[in-house]
């Protein structure tokens, strides 16, 4: 098959960005639609991106001193009623239990949407002094959220993901834990998946049901829409004390617990897939690449070659997570394809030539480049080239990130802006939930996150022209 037979098969990521995304999921083999409506199956290849998203971000929790366990996936409706903002906010997506073996339930049961209200039942139950303190207990498990509109990782009914839910002696305690797990989200999303990020506070409107204050890891797609890649949440005493969580405090008297949460979910498959990918097909960064070098053998039926190509395979092994490729149905051209429309970072091409001089040929999936590497040196070659791979691939988001990235001083600029460089748009606001609202009713853009790094843009909002409080970024999202 030729090679732009090949690419054909995926939409012009240009033309028409969604149908690129979903033919990159199902031809990748990263997940495939099921007989339930906004449920998918998470193929093998999608799933060993997400062990390696699990397996970097469960180390760096630990090395904060957390804890993992498992709690039930339903919950009572009564608690759920307990705390008013967060079931409201709720509602619309829960899914219930009225049934269990043919029987009618006493009290519905919700499929749980996160899993805030069982964490603080629990809580209350195993804590009594401060001595026992800091609670700092982790899950990985599916949540259910029954989404009006699905899209495979971005918006499923079921997801994958980690909640982590913590209690605290004191407020500053809390908050500063908050903070520290929005860094670990950073450092996964920018260290692993080669994504920048921006840090900000979510304005109240955008706040997670029953927090005092939500943190954000904001991503920018290629498409110019934003993506919020993890969010960090300090609730103060909202859940303790409806739930009451109390402890004895070290003047002998009951306190309640100070409370946070926070989360990842296989949503970052998703942006690893519309920030790096084009219209070959996926783009893995090397550090979460299920496979990082694959091995192509040119001309299997002479002599020697599919021994040297095994030689070659095994020698790397150790270091690397490589796969051979001795598929004698498919042409060298198809499988170039095949494993480049995979993301997989490097190709090695090993053909009768190559072997007699003791060279191969290694691919580069981000720029195409082709280097002639001695086999005697390819195992240390590999190691350096795959850092510039995904050095490479982080920059060049960075750069996107840059390029689309405005300010406007009135609504006018911001429309504009967002008309001819969809992105980022950094404005000044009066802080007005009204003047939020209006912004998003004309543009469709809603506030990413007022950032930990702010600029002075001018002193009026860029809605009202009201003297401004801060510095937002807006954008359209996923």
């Known amino acids: 098959m030729d090679n732009k037979g090949f690419v054909k098969e995926i939409t012009n990521i240009e033309e028409d960005f969604a149908q690129w995304y979903t033919d990159i999921v199902l031809k990748a083999e990263l997940a495939d639609y099921t007989d339930v409506k906004g ?131 004191t407020a500053e305690e809390a908050k500063k834990f908050t903070l520290e797990m929005l860094e670990v989200y950073a450092d996964v999303i920018e260290n692993l998946l080669a994504i920048p990020v921006l840090k900000g506070k979510k304005t109240p409107t955008e706040q997670f049901a029953g927090a005092d204050s939500t943190y954000t890891v904001e991503t920018l797609m290629h498409d110019g829409r934003a993506l919020q890649g993890g969010t960090s949440h300090y609730f103060g005493q909202n859940f303790s004390k409806p739930f009451n969580i109390k402890f004895q405090n070290r003047e002998g008297k009951e306190e309640y617990a100070y409370q946070t949460s926070w989360g990842i979910s296989t949503r970052l498959i998703g942006a690893v897939i519309m920030a790096h990918g084009d219209n070959r097909g996926l783009k893995l960064p090397p550090k979460v690449a299920p496979i990082q070098v694959v091995v192509v053998p040119i001309a299997m039926h002479k002599e020697g070659v599919k021994e ?62 082709k280097i002639e590497v001695s086999l005697d040196e390819l195992n240390e070659k590999l190691e350096t080239i795959l850092e510039d791979i995904q050095k490479s691939m982080y920059d060049a988001c960075v750069k996107r990130v840059n390029e689309k990235t405005t300010i406007a001083h009135n609504l006018e600029e911001f429309e504009e802006n967002l008309k001819n460089n969809q992105g980022y748009v950094k404005t000044m606001w009066c802080g007005d939930a009204e003047c939020e609202e209006k912004i998003h009713e004309l543009t469709g853009a809603k506030s990413r996150c007022i950032p930990f790094e702010q600029e002075n843009l001018g002193d009026k909002c860029v809605c009202c022209g009201k003297p401004a409080k801060t510095m937002v970024v807006w954008g359209r999202q996923y």
Not at 346 to 363: A, M, Q
Request: aromatic fraction near 12%.
């Open 39 to 169: 449920f998918i199956a998470i193929r093998p290849y999608g799933y060993a991106i997400w062990e390696n998203i699990q397996k970097y971000a469960d180390k760096k929790f630990k090395e904060h001193g957390v804890k993992n366990l498992s709690m039930p996936v339903l919950i009572p409706e009564n608690l759920l009623q307990k705390e008013k903002d967060h079931v409201e906010g709720f509602a619309p997506e829960v899914a219930w239990v009225t049934m269990g073996g043919g029987e009618e339930l006493e009290e519905r049961l919700c499929v749980r949407p996160t899993s805030e209200t069982i964490f603080s039942t629990m809580y209350a139950k195993w804590l009594s002094s401060w001595r026992d303190l800091p609670f700092l207990y982790n899950q990985w498990c599916n949540v259910l959220r029954w989404e009006k509109e699905t899209r495979p990782f971005l918006r499923s009914r079921e997801f994958l993901w980690q909640e982590g839910h913590t209690i605290h002696e």
């Open 308 to 369: 040297k190509a095994e030689e070659v395979y095994k020698g790397l092994l150790e270091k690397y997570r490589v796969e051979l490729d001795a598929r004698e149905q498919y042409s060298p051209g198809y499988k170039f394809n095949d494993w480049e429309m995979r993301g997989v970072p490097v190709r090695i091409e090993l053909g009768p030539r190559d072997i007699e001089n003791n060279k191969c040929v290694v691919v580069r999936r981000d720029n195409s480049e």
